[in-house]
T-cell receptor
Framework: DTAVSQTPKYLVTQMGNDKSIKCEQN?????MYWYKQDSKKFLKIMFSYNNKELIINETVPNRFSPKSPDKAHLNLHINSLELGDSAVYFC????????????FGQGTRLTVV | AQSVTQLGSHVSVSEGALVLLRCNYSSSVPPYLFWYVQYPNQGLQLLLKYTSAATLVKGINGFEAEFKKSETSFHLTKPSAHMSDAAEYFC??????????????FGQGTTLQVKP
C-alpha cells in the first residue's frame, strides 16, 4: 500500500481554470503538508495541517486553498490558475514533530498553459 | 531564520568513486537534519537523519553523514558510487523545541551524476 498518495500525477490546464489535487495518507499521522517544487527543483513548504487545523500558511496567494476533511486527507484547490503556478506539488505527512520523518507522495506535476 | 546551503548544484563522480555532497545549516540552535533523495519523476525518500547525540549517522544504500556542530555541517558521503545513485539529493532541517511543526526547510538540491 502506498503510504502517501496524490492524484492526479499529471495535470495540464489552461490559465484561469480552477483545479484540485488530492492527497491521502494511511500512516495514521496527525500532520500533513503541501510543498511546492519549482522548475529549479527548489522545495518550499506551502501549508501544514494538524488534525484538520491549519498550522502553517507560508504567504501563499489566497488563490490556493487547502482543505482537510479529516486527518488522513489534505487537498489543495487552486483558483484562477496562472502560468507561474506550474510546478510539482508534493504532499507529505509526519507525526508533526521535528524529529520525525516526513513521508512524501509521488508529486503532482501541474502545467498551466 | 533557519537556512540550508548545499554547496555544488551538480556533482559528477565516476562509478566506484567517493561521493561527497555538502550541506551547511544556519541556525543558532542545531536543528534536526535530514538527507532526502529524489529519483526522476518520483517523490522524496529519506536517506538518513540526525536527531540525537550520535554524530555519525548511517542511512540506506550505503550512505552516511556526519554532524559537525563546530562547522554547522552535515555532509553526505558514500565510499563507492553506483550508477543507481544518480539522483537529486536534498538536505533539510527542522526545528527543535516545543511548538515545532515538523516543517522542513530544504537546501537547493544537488544533482549527482555517476559516470561509468
Amino acid at each position: 500500500d502506498t503510504a502517501v498518495s496524490q492524484t492526479p500525477k499529471y495535470l495540464v490546464t489552461q490559465m484561469g481554470n480552477d483545479k484540485s489535487i488530492k492527497c491521502e495518507q494511511n500512516l495514521g499521522h496527525d500532520t500533513m503538508y503541501w510543498y511546492k517544487q519549482d522548475s529549479k527543483k527548489f522545495l518550499k513548504i506551502m501549508f501544514s495541517y494538524n488534525n484538520k487545523e491549519l498550522i502553517i500558511n507560508e504567504t501563499v496567494p489566497n488563490r490556493f486553498s487547502p482543505k482537510s476533511p479529516d486527518k488522513a486527507h489534505l487537498n489543495l484547490h487552486i483558483n484562477s490558475l496562472e502560468l507561474g503556478d506550474s510546478a510539482v506539488y508534493f504532499c507529505a505527512s509526519s507525526e508533526g514533530d521535528g524529529r520525525k520523518v516526513a513521508f512524501f507522495g509521488q508529486g503532482t506535476r501541474l502545467t498551466v498553459v | 531564520a533557519q537556512s540550508v546551503t548545499q554547496l555544488g548544484s551538480h556533482v559528477s563522480v565516476s562509478e566506484g568513486a567517493l561521493v561527497l555532497l555538502r550541506c551547511n545549516y544556519s541556525s543558532s540552535v542545531p536543528p534536526y537534519l535530514f538527507w532526502y533523495v529524489q529519483y526522476p519523476n518520483q517523490g522524496l525518500q529519506l536517506l538518513l537523519k540526525y536527531t540525537s547525540a550520535a554524530t555519525l549517522v548511517k542511512g540506506i544504500n550505503g550512505f552516511e553523514a556526519e554532524f559537525k556542530k563546530s562547522e554547522t555541517s552535515f555532509h553526505l558521503t558514500k565510499p563507492s558510487a553506483h550508477m543507481s545513485d544518480a539522483a537529486e539529493y536534498f538536505c533539510a532541517v527542522s526545528d527543535r523545541g516545543s511548538g515545532n511543526t515538523g516543517k522542513l526547510i530544504f537546501g537547493q538540491g544537488t544533482t549527482l551524476q555517476v559516470k561509468p
